[in-house]
């Protein structure tokens, strides 16, 4: 089993910063891709950013020039700092890591959600 934990969301006004972290732990042979997705109220869930285990990441146009996906590969974790956030970031953040287990197998496991509101 692998389970994944996200943290690091809260209540932010507009134009301040977060950092949210998700950390991977149980029958990790390698991580893959590592993502962050959101979900608006009424809203589908959508990509964030992406980084992959080797390459360039890819990050919503949306947030490009305010958000930063990165990853530590020794802690399993993947981070996504949020600058300049506004109040169309509030959001349920959801991180995704395509993970290779122990057992050979291939899979994709989310995170439980960390809540993200933005004050205007």
């Known amino acids: 089993q692998v389970q994944l934990v996200e943290s690091g969301g809260g209540l932010v006004q507009t134009g301040g910063s977060l950092r949210l972290s998700c950390a991977a732990s149980?029958?990790?042979?390698?991580?893959?891709?590592m993502g962050w997705y959101r979900q608006a109220p009424g809203k589908q869930r959508e990509l964030v950013a992406v980084?992959?285990?080797?390459?360039?990441?890819t990050t919503a146009d949306s947030v490009k020039d305010r958000f930063t996906i990165s990853r530590d590969n020794a802690k399993n974790t993947v981070y996504l700092q949020m600058n300049r956030l506004k109040p169309g970031g509030t959001a349920v953040y959801y991180c995704?890591?395509?993970?290779?287990?122990?057992?050979?197998?291939?899979?994709?496991?989310w995170g439980q959600g960390t809540q993200v509101t933005v004050s205007s």
């Open positions: 995704n890591d395509c993970v290779s287990t122990v057992w050979g197998r291939r899979s994709s496991y």
């Open positions: 149980g029958s990790i042979r390698s991580i893959n891709a």
């Open positions: 980084i992959p285990s080797a390459g360039t990441t």
